[in-house]
Structure formats: structure tokens, C-alpha cells
């Protein structure tokens, strides 16, 4: 939740401008940084955070390039996934040396990417991950072969709906991102929230949760709507 709300915060005290606010706003980044920090066992948190000052940052210097470059890398993503995943995470070797939850990650992306291919054009179906009822095991550990969600959006999107809900969701991402870096133009700050906001949040549904999850769902309304209120309004926005 607070890698998803303090672009905005940190964003809304920018756009007000004045040196106290673009010191409590860099404050408010170090004092979520740190609150991620001491979170045990939450790597996906710190690395989506982590990339999200990194867009904030970038989005500043450069704000509309940022913004679709941001948008339009998870759009690619979103459609190469499948097959670059195995590609680049296929060495069985890594699964003796990583983590165990990352090695649990790489066999569950591993057995989605091969299921993804017995039905490519229109996938699995809806919430077909939570009936896989094969087994892995990983690191000596059994376990489900897919524990309710692929732990990645992109994955999902092609498990379940296939290259057509791929195709569609990529195409959102791609519009989306240069209709709000139109629409926000002149707006240094909420630019850079907003990109923030997608790198962060992008990297970690990639990482971890399920889409259809309804605290997760909340959370991405709530940024956005915060992301909104940043904005300055106008006849098209």
C-alpha cells in the first residue's frame, strides 16, 4: 500500500512548489524507502520501490519520454513474457542457488509458460490457475505447481485470456501512456508520480499478487484516484 500511494504524496507536495514542500516530499520517499527496508522477506516490495524512485526521478528531468518508456516496456513485456521467461530463467541450476521463494517463482512461471502454449490464442480461462492440480517440487519442498495466482500479471493475462487478452492489455498500456503524457503535459510532478507509480507497481505485479484480487485492485484504484487529484484540471482531463 505505501509503494502505492506516496507517488502521489510526494508528487501533490511538488506540484504546490516552495522549498518546504519539495523537502517534505523527498521525506516522504526516504520514510516509505525506509519502512520497505525492514520489511523481512519482501525483495518484490523493495525492488518495485526501489524502480519507482528511479521513474520518479527520471520522470522529473524528463516526464513524458519517462512516462512512456515506463508504459510502453510493460506493454512489451506484457507481450513477450512467455517466451522470454524461459529464456532467461531457465537454467535449473538457479533453482539450487536462489532463495526459496524465488526459486518457487521460476518452477511456477516455468510450468505457466509451457501451459501457456496448449492454449495461446484464447488461454485457460478466468481464475484457471486455482484449478491446476499438478505438483512441483523445489528445493525438496512440495507444492502446487501454480499456489492460486502465477505470481506474475503478465503470465496470468496469458494463462488465462491467451494472446488476445495479452494483445489487449499491452494495447492499454501503450495508449494509456501517451494519452496521459498528452493530457499531463506542463505537469512536471504529476508526471512524475504517475510514472513512478506504474514503474513500481508494474514490477511487483509482475513479481507477486494476483490480479484479480480485490485489496490488490483496490490499491491500484486508490493510486490512480490519488494520481488524478495531483493533476491540474482541464478541458480534456
Given amino acids: 500500500m505505501l509503494t502505492a500511494v506516496t507517488w502521489a504524496a510526494a508528487a501533490g507536495l511538488l506540484a504546490l512548489g516552495g522549498p518546504i514542500r519539495v523537502i517534505c516530499a523527498i521525506s516522504a520517499l526516504a520514510v516509505t524507502g525506509a519502512i520497505v527496508a525492514i520489511q523481512p522477506e519482501q525483495t518484490s516490495n523493495w525492488l518495485g520501490y526501489g524502480v519507482g524512485v528511479a521513474a520518479f526521478v527520471a520522470a522529473l528531468t524528463v516526464p513524458r519520454f519517462a512516462l512512456i518508456a515506463v508504459t510502453s516496456g510493460l506493454a512489451a513485456w506484457m507481450l513477450a513474457a512467455p517466451f522470454v521467461t524461459p529464456l532467461v530463467l531457465g537454467d535449473p541450476t538457479l533453482l539450487d542457488t536462489l532463495p526459496y521463494s524465488w526459486a518457487a517463482r521460476i518452477g511456477i512461471w516455468d510450468y505457466v509458460c509451457a501451459e501457456i502454449l496448449q492454449a495461446p490464442?484464447?488461454?485457460?480461462?478466468?481464475?484457471?490457475?486455482?484449478?491446476?492440480?499438478?505438483?512441483?517440487?523445489?528445493?525438496?519442498?512440495?507444492?502446487?505447481?501454480?499456489?492460486?495466482?502465477?505470481?506474475?500479471?503478465?503470465?496470468?493475462?496469458?494463462?488465462?485470456?491467451?494472446a488476445i487478452g495479452a494483445a489487449l492489455a499491452a494495447a492499454s498500456l501503450l495508449v494509456g501512456g501517451w494519452t496521459l503524457a498528452h493530457r499531463l503535459r506542463g505537469q512536471r510532478a504529476a508526471l512524475a508520480g504517475v510514472t513512478a507509480a506504474f514503474a513500481s507497481l508494474g514490477l511487483s505485479a509482475n513479481l507477486s499478487y494476483s490480479l484479480w484480487q480485490e485489496w490488490w485492485t483496490a490499491t491500484l484504484l486508490l493510486a490512480g484516484a490519488l494520481l488524478v487529484a495531483v493533476a491540474k484540471p482541464s478541458h480534456d482531463f
Fill in 121 to 162: 490464442i484464447i488461454g485457460h480461462g478466468l481464475d484457471a490457475a486455482r484449478l491446476v492440480e499438478e505438483r512441483m517440487i523445489i528445493q525438496g519442498v512440495e507444492s502446487s505447481a501454480v499456489p492460486a495466482h502465477p505470481h506474475s500479471a503478465s503470465l496470468q493475462i496469458w494463462f488465462e485470456t491467451g
